[in-house]
């Protein structure tokens, strides 16, 4: 989750949204068995290592392919520079043009190589062939829906650990390490060994038009009693608080309630989730949070025949002021910038609290790593995947891809005040300003592939068709069918 992707209209996988990509589906992660026990088992014990906010490792897995050159502050991995460097970006909703200005970076430090950097949306199509070859490239993104088994790459020996990257100078002064916000390197972490950098960051949040509160009045919520007194005035101006549209939008208002839940009951909320326990729904701050968003369903403040449009629909709906907020990532903005009136100031707030006595606070924030970055362990230049790797983490091309795509990457302080004249950027920045250590996230969905399963239910609970005690009820059922079923490896939850 990791995490948005837009795809041509003709690529079968561009109803996949971006809830979706950050966890595989569950008959991807059923394969997994088949493919290696071994995988199967490690993949069971990813969890963040080293004891510290980043997840960070301190090497072991398989090697990365030594450089040859000569090790120091400046090439802490010794790449020969002349040798050429083979990267691969994915290239979805981000594009690839950051990749390939980070390669032109590259090519300056390293003028005698030669720097290739291709795109293509055929992860797995395109780079299965090279890897089974032997020659897979020296770095790449491993996103999209047909992104490569990464427990299976790990459990063949595929792919470099990158402890090494991040305990690296950074191109910026003090270690890499140094420069991360808490929690992105858990996404990558397996079994305490760090294999995949998730580079860009995504802030789930509450966005609405900053243009519109003013006309309105409104004042931006912290509560859920906030939200509904404005979905009570909206409601007199006929006007619906939320869209939604299909499944998909749909989904959207479960990671709401859960966000809620977590920041009213704890990060222990979170655990109870992803240990599958059999009372993770019935825990009180959940059914709170789900009584709540029933609360707004029956006050009639859901657009009306959400169910019959797509997602991006309805978020076209809102963009044009047919409705007041819409919950979702900060890859809203890229994603509607085509629809999005120039005047619209998209603004994201942090999940509202259910009560004063919520102990996370106000501040909290539902934030994940997501877009992994791999070095295979057969490259002919591991080392200079790893440098290529260094240098976009460095502030000039994190900010470079913040101006391109309007999205955060995992550094820290990268965005400037201005956001590069992006309203929804300026919010997220802000958020993670304000949230501090204050960060939480889940995983249980992704883990084990359950979107399919869930989001009929909330397609259901939105429409009215179901009570949030039949919600909350079929859902713990699909978890508990998880649980009980010992062919399905268990991920371990610290």
Same mark, same amino acid.
């Given at each position: 989750m990791t995490a948005r992707d837009q795809r041509p209209a003709e690529d079968p996988a561009a109803?996949?949204?971006?809830?979706?990509?950050?966890?595989?589906?569950?008959?991807?992660?059923?394969?997994?068995?088949?493919?290696?026990?071994?995988?199967?088992?490690?993949?069971?014990?990813?969890?963040?290592?080293?004891?510290?906010?980043?997840?960070?490792?301190?090497?072991?897995?398989?090697?990365v392919a030594e450089g040859g050159g000569e090790v120091s502050d400046d090439n802490p991995f010794g790449v020969?520079?002349?040798?050429?460097?083979?990267?691969?970006?994915?290239?979805?909703?981000?594009?690839?043009?950051?990749?390939?200005?980070?390669?032109?970076?590259?090519?300056?430090?390293?003028?005698?190589?030669?720097? &290739?950097?291709?795109?293509?949306?055929n992860i797995q199509p395109d780079l299965q062939p090279r890897f089974i070859g032997g020659n897979p490239p020296d770095l790449f993104d491993n996103s999209g829906a047909q992104s490569m088994n990464t427990s299976a790459l790990i459990s063949d020996g595929s792919l470099g650990e990158l402890g090494a990257l991040i305990k690296a100078p950074s191109l910026d002064g003090g270690t890499i390490e140094e420069s991360l916000l808490p929690g992105?390197?858990?996404?990558?972490?397996?079994?305490? &060994?760090?294999?995949?950098?998730?580079?860009?960051?995504?802030?789930?949040?509450l966005w609405y038009s900053a243009t519109q509160f003013e006309k309105e009045g409104w004042k931006a919520p912290a509560s859920?009693?906030?939200?509904?007194?404005?979905?009570?005035?909206a409601k007199s101006a006929k006007l619906p608080l939320f869209a939604w549209g299909g499944q998909n939008a749909a989904d959207y208002y479960?990671?709401?309630?859960?966000?809620?839940?977590?920041?009213?009951?704890?990060?222990?909320?979170?655990? &109870?989730?992803?240990?599958?326990?059999?009372?993770?729904?019935?825990?009180?701050?959940?059914?709170?949070?789900?009584?709540?968003?029933?609360?707004?369903?029956?006050?009639?403040?859901?657009?009306?025949?959400?169910?019959?449009? &797509?997602?991006?629909?309805?978020?076209?709906?809102?963009?044009?002021?047919?409705?007041?907020m819409y919950p979702s990532g900060s890859w809203i903005e890229n994603e509607q910038r085509d629809v999005t009136p120039e005047d619209f100031k998209m603004t994201g707030l942090s999940t509202p609290v259910l009560s004063d006595g919520a102990k996370l606070g106000a501040a909290a924030i539902h934030g994940a790593a997501g877009e992994p970055f791999m070095v295979?362990?057969?490259?002919?230049?591991?080392?200079?995947?790893?440098?290529?790797?260094?240098?976009?983490?460095?502030?000039?091309?994190?900010?470079?891809?913040?101006?391109?795509?309007?999205?955060?990457?995992?550094?820290?302080?990268?965005?400037?005040?201005?956001?590069?004249?992006?309203?929804?950027?300026?919010?997220?920045?802000?958020?993670?300003?304000?949230?501090?250590?204050?960060?939480?996230?889940?995983?249980?969905?992704?883990?084990?592939?359950?979107?399919?399963?869930?989001?009929?239910?909330?397609?259901?609970f939105l429409g009215g068709d179901i009570t949030a005690d039949e919600c909350l009820e079929r859902t713990q059922e699909i978890v508990d069918k998880v649980r009980e079923d010992d062919s399905i490896e268990k991920f371990d939850v610290e």
């Amino acid at each position: 989750m990791t995490a948005r992707d837009q795809r041509p209209a003709e690529d079968p996988a561009a109803l996949e949204t971006p809830l979706d990509r950050l966890g595989a589906s569950r008959r991807r992660f059923l394969s997994l068995a088949g493919v290696s026990a071994g995988a199967a088992g490690l993949a069971a014990c990813a969890a963040g290592g080293g004891g510290d906010d980043t997840g960070s490792s301190d090497g072991g897995g398989a090697a990365v392919a030594e450089g040859g050159g000569e090790v120091s502050d400046d090439n802490p991995f010794g790449v020969d520079a002349s040798a050429p460097v083979d990267v691969v970006i994915f290239n979805g909703g981000f594009g690839d043009q950051y990749g390939k200005d980070a390669g032109t970076k590259y090519a300056e430090l390293y003028p005698e190589a030669d720097v &290739k950097v291709s795109s293509t949306v055929n992860i797995q199509p395109d780079l299965q062939p090279r890897f089974i070859g032997g020659n897979p490239p020296d770095l790449f993104d491993n996103s999209g829906a047909q992104s490569m088994n990464t427990s299976a790459l790990i459990s063949d020996g595929s792919l470099g650990e990158l402890g090494a990257l991040i305990k690296a100078p950074s191109l910026d002064g003090g270690t890499i390490e140094e420069s991360l916000l808490p929690g992105v390197l858990v996404p990558g972490t397996y079994s305490g &060994k760090l294999f995949a950098l998730n580079y860009t960051y995504t802030v789930f949040a509450l966005w609405y038009s900053a243009t519109q509160f003013e006309k309105e009045g409104w004042k931006a919520p912290a509560s859920w009693d906030e939200v509904m007194a404005i979905g009570e005035s909206a409601k007199s101006a006929k006007l619906p608080l939320f869209a939604w549209g299909g499944q998909n939008a749909a989904d959207y208002y479960q990671e709401l309630a859960l966000s809620m839940a977590i920041k009213e009951g704890g990060k222990e909320v979170a655990t &109870k989730l992803d240990k599958l326990d059999a009372d993770a729904f019935s825990q009180q701050t959940v059914v709170d949070a789900h009584k709540a968003i029933e609360e707004a369903v029956k006050a009639g403040y859901f657009m009306s025949g959400g169910a019959g449009i &797509k997602h991006t629909e309805a978020q076209a709906e809102w963009v044009t002021g047919k409705a007041v907020m819409y919950p979702s990532g900060s890859w809203i903005e890229n994603e509607q910038r085509d629809v999005t009136p120039e005047d619209f100031k998209m603004t994201g707030l942090s999940t509202p609290v259910l009560s004063d006595g919520a102990k996370l606070g106000a501040a909290a924030i539902h934030g994940a790593a997501g877009e992994p970055f791999m070095v295979p362990s057969k490259g002919k230049n591991g080392a200079g995947g790893l440098e290529f790797l260094r240098i976009m983490l460095s502030k000039e091309q994190c900010q470079n891809f913040s101006k391109l795509t309007s999205s955060i990457t995992i550094v820290k302080d990268t965005v400037p005040e201005d956001a590069f004249g992006s309203t929804a950027l300026a919010s997220v920045n802000e958020l993670i300003q304000g949230a501090g250590e204050d960060v939480f996230t889940y995983n249980f969905k992704d883990w084990y592939g359950l979107g399919p399963d869930i989001k009929p239910l909330w397609t259901e609970f939105l429409g009215g068709d179901i009570t949030a005690d039949e919600c909350l009820e079929r859902t713990q059922e699909i978890v508990d069918k998880v649980r009980e079923d010992d062919s399905i490896e268990k991920f371990d939850v610290e």
